[in-house]
């Protein structure tokens, strides 16, 4: 592990890159009538922009740390005991539509602990860091999680995709409703995250994301006072599975309701 210092100084230039990224997608995002879209999936799209971003994050990442490894949801990387997980621009489909809400998204894990997390909102130029026990921050200053307990009080970030079958959102979904939640699916994994962080969101929950969606989100809830049910993680960072995360009262609550039920298919 490195010395606190050398995580000091990776936060502060994982921040750095992340803003500049962040500068980058907004320059495509403002020509993306002009940007040829490629479809990797049902419902899952990529363009230049996507690409782009992240070959600068590994540039700038790989210029200053050379002996970390990088695995980004583009170009893929393999893991290694040090190594930064990067999603370019998480809410690819929202970018491609104009709809102004995407982020950059960097973790830092070490050993397979996240040890830092880094999402920035260029629409917002809202930049969000946490680092294990040192807390979390949007734009320097300390956040927190709503202190929300009761679901039929809460707003929850939902989100589904085609790589799970409708009836593993559907059952749990309805559930959540039948508690009395509010929802919201804003379609980027890492924002919904980083507003339950601060508190805009009460929890979240999807029943497939993939690590460079989740990782830094993760972090930034916890270190914000908040819960997130075990995320289960692959060492070499293949495949998703469900995520929840929230104030902890709500992940309690929650938990029976759709991870417990999930984990059951
Ligand atoms: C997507 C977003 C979305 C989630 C999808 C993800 P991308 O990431 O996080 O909220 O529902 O499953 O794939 O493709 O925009 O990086
Ligand atoms: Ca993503
Ligand atoms: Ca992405």
Known sequence: MPHDTDLDRRLAAGAAVAREAGRLARRYFERRADLTVEVKGPQDLVSVADRAVEELIRARLSA?????????????????????VVDPIDGTQNFLRGLPWFGVVLALMVDGRTELGIIYD?????????????GAFLNGESIRVSGCAQLDKAVIGVGHSPRHAPHVFLEPFTAVIEAGAQTRNLLTAALQLAHVACGRLDATWDPYLLPWDVLAGILLVEEAG?????????????????LLAGTAALVDALRPLVTDRADKE
Request: hydrophobic share 40%; net charge negative.
């Open 122 to 134: 260029p629409n917002t130029d809202e930049l969000y860091t946490a680092r294990r026990g040192g």
């Open 64 to 84: 200053l740390f050379p002996e970390d490894a990088v695995v980004g949801e583009e170009a893929g990387g393999l893991a290694a005991a040090r190594v930064w």
């Open 226 to 242: 908040g819960a997130a049910a075990p995320y289960q993680l692959r060492p070499d960072f293949s495949g998703g599975a469900p």
